[in-house]
């Protein structure tokens, strides 16, 4: 199907000629006609991406009149950002039709400009909830005569708390408005919203319901979750090329995953809510124009950025819920591109994978965890396709290269190329060259997380806080949690003593919290006397303790302090100061 036959003014269609769009999309395909032809009310699962705001808004252009300074359409979005975005995309599709005015309304702005805009009678509000309340109340905006109410993103204008908004907007409409909602996912509020709002409605689904976008591959790589980071950096550094956006599930774990990514020479930053909306903007901006290569974020925080050919989306942590991880992965393969959804997962997750599958209707791939020669062979030839493809100016170089071909004149091709390529490539070579294999070493996910648990052997801890300290066990599994962060740590059997509690936990969580519990000052966490099956483990802390104190540990030997897993958490630490790093390069190429 083509533009024009979907019988579009043809100011639509040039300005849609002029913006590049050669076929409609297939929201586009379903929407347009059903708009221009029908009279009922729709509800279209489609994600942003999708062509939905032309979906909508070639044929709401086309059916309102220009001539009329009343507002006849009203588009309600979750974020300022996306706002922004409609009301752009809308000016661009109308931008050969005259005298039609859009204004965008939205919080954070001095609601002044707002106002003078809305003196310019427009025929198009695209708002966000709350600012538009705040205008009506102040009789500034009028919705009695509105001939189109479009509700976008509506799962996340729900998850954001806009539910009584909407409803007292809703009412501000009369009866005759048509209702068109679009949402990513279908929960039951939408359905609710959808049945006691709007009439006989037509449902438009791309995909299976709830489905994510074909365009994207969904893989997971199983590790253990004091790895998390070292796997984040072997995935970005097999894919030197990455544009996207790494997703943590805390404000807290957001800053630090993004301070070391910076600390380790990644072109990354963090968004977040403790930012101010002015270093929000400046984050967004930067990432937006590719100035940021990576972005790590919390899913709140990142609701309002609109970016379209991100490459990858990393999920440092699995959302709980499975529509999350919808409009996660959502964020990449839009607009017919191909794109890459990653989950750093650990064993006792992998029946969250297979419920994020089931409602997706979408196969997840197990990858393994590159080790380091396949990461040190990515780079190396990423490298070489680099120096194949760099643009060369003979006219800026041509004064230097007699003296620079008379200083290398007695090295061979090949010393030449091995020289320059070790140049660069040193530092991958030694951080890689020992990299432990990250990989949990057990078959491929198979059977449910409850299954694996159940089987698994118990072990008695005992921790140093008993009676004495007021122990409950709710207390103690309140200081698990905290410790861990990671609240899928079976406890159980816990008995509380004078000076100690011990409790059970599946061998295989055992060293999890150990490690969690290394940290803690004063706080000792033990095999308890007479648990045989403890060994490795209590090994492993033996040999952690004497590295803290300088001496070689006793299985790993000779290294001391600096194992090769704290000496290669920072492999370019320095490479600012002598050169700027690859990542830095490619911003600027
Ligand atoms: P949306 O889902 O509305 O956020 O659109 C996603 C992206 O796809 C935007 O950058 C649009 O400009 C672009 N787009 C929308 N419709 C088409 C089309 N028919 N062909 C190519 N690109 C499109």
New binding site residues.
Partial sequence: MT?KELNLKPELLSA?EE???????P??EKTIPFVLTSNSDLVSL??????????F?LPVLHLIDPQIRRVQALVLAPTRELCL??SK?LK?YSKNMSGLAIVPLYGGEDIRIQLRQLDTSPQILVATPGRLIDLIERGKVKLDALDFLILDEADEMLNMGFKEDIETILEQTPDTRRTLLFSATMPKEIANIARRYMKDFEEITIGARNSASDNVAHIYYIAQARHRYLVLKRIVDMNPDIYGIVFCRTRQETKEVAEKLMQDGYNADALHGDLSQAQRDTVMAKFRVRNLQLLVATDVAARGL?V?NLTHVINYNLPDDVEVYTHRSGRTG???KKGVSMSIIHTKEKFKIRDIEKMLRKTFERQAIPNGLEVCKKQLFHLIDRMQKVEVDEEQIAPYMKQIVKQLEYLTKEDLLTRFVSLEFNRFLNYYKDAEDLNVSEAPARGSQKGDARSGRRIRLKINLGEKQAMTPKRILGIINDVTGDKSISIASIEIAKKFTFFDVYADQVERLMEAFLHQDGIELAEAKGSKSYSAASNRKTERAAQRKGEPGRKRGGSGRKSSATKSEKPWRNRERNAPSSSARRKGK
Avoid: S
């Fill in positions: 533009f849609v913006l590049g769009f050669e076929y409609p999309t929201v586009q489609a994600q942003t991406g999708t062509g939905k705001t032309a979906a808004g975005q409609i995309d661009n609109d379209n839009r607009a017919n």
